[in-house]
């Protein structure tokens, strides 16, 4: 199964939208693998987003990542890059769809809730970068015939 990152990033601590999110990825049945509460440095932050920092808005992009701690969640799921990336929605909330995560809860381009891996590849990646081995846990779902059919397990 796959695994892939979602930050909650500070705009989601400070309006109190942890749980609301993290649900949303439980209820879908994504498998919560991993969880922390952490201080993004200047330094992570210009290894996370080395593909924007051509970019005039990189600098504050950093700092609203660094103004308070964000919780790192490590999800798994068949699919489930594709499939969270999909709840997130469009990077602008202002033109994400009603239902995804952006399109209900935000309203920026910046402060846009979730940053969420956007290939297997870079998953495993990101998934290195803010968390140590032992911070996944491999426990197996007890409800995994619930979710998915025996032929997609
Ligand atoms: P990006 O990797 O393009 O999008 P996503 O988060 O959907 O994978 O951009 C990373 C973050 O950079 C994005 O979540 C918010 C910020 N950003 C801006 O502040 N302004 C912008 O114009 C863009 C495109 C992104």
């Known amino acids: 199964m796959e695994k892939t990152l979602v930050l ?3 705009c989601t601590l400070q309006r109190g ?12 049945g994504l498998r919560l693998a991993g969880m922390k509460m952490m201080q993004l440095t200047d330094e992570l932050l210009n290894e996370h987003y080395a593909h924007l ?3 005039p808005f990189f600098q504050i992009l950093k700092d609203s990542m660094m103004c308070t701690p964000v919780i790192a969640c490590c999800f798994e ?4 890059v594709r ?13 994400a769809l009603p239902g995804t995560i952006r399109g209900d809860y935000c309203m920026s381009n910046q402060q846009n809730i979730v940053h969420t891996s956007d290939s297997l ?33």
């Open 8 to 10: 909650l990033k500070p």
């Open 83 to 95: 499939v969270v990336r999909a709840m997130a929605g469009s990077t602008n909330g202002r033109n």
């Open 121 to 153: 590849e870079n998953a495993e990646v990101e998934l290195a970068r803010f968390f140590r081995p032992e911070e996944i846990f491999d426990f197996e779902s007890s409800n995994l015939k619930y979710l998915y059919a025996s032929d997609e397990l």
């Open 53 to 55: 920092r051509e970019k």
């Open 77 to 80: 799921g068949i699919e489930a």
């Open 17 to 28: 939208l942890v749980g609301e999110v993290i649900n949303r990825f439980e209820k879908r």
